[in-house]
């Protein structure tokens, strides 16, 4: 199985930048796709970003468009998520994750197959 630890998490202000690190062990080569996913404190897990091992191609959800960038690096089986103009909205803690298979469905928790043990982001207003 793959492992996978993150990192980068931290206490920054609102409207400031942040890069969170996923790197990756193991089979990492079988995984389709990473995503980040966020949880705050009372609230479900919610999709943030996920890309395409293969080709790049990437999705985010609407709230961090324009602000959040998911990027990777194939020789060093690491996943980026640099987060610009941070809000006290998310604030949560970060899970990446890997999705071993094709479905489409890249913004259901239940679609990933391995989880790191998360990073926590607070920002601050």
């Known amino acids: 199985q793959v492992q996978l630890v993150e990192s980068g998490g931290g206490l920054v202000q609102a409207g400031g930048s942040l890069r969170l690190s996923c790197a990756a062990s193991?089979?990492?080569?079988?995984?389709?796709?990473m995503g980040w996913f966020r949880q705050a404190l009372g609230k479900e897990r919610e999709f943030v970003a996920a890309?395409?091992?293969?080709?790049?191609?990437?999705y985010y959800v609407d709230s961090v468009k324009g602000r959040f960038t998911i990027s990777r690096d194939s020789a060093r089986n690491t996943v980026y998520l640099k987060m610009n103009s941070l809000k006290p909205e998310d604030t949560a803690v970060y899970h990446c994750?890997?999705?071993?298979?094709?479905?489409?469905?890249?913004?259901?928790?239940?679609?990933?197959?391995?989880w790191g043990q998360g990073t926590q982001v607070t920002v601050s207003s």
């Open positions: 193991g089979r990492i080569f079988s995984s389709y796709a």
């Open positions: 994750a890997t999705d071993a298979d094709y479905s489409g469905r890249y913004y259901s928790p239940g679609e990933y197959d391995s």
């Open positions: 890309i395409r091992w293969s080709d790049g191609s990437t």
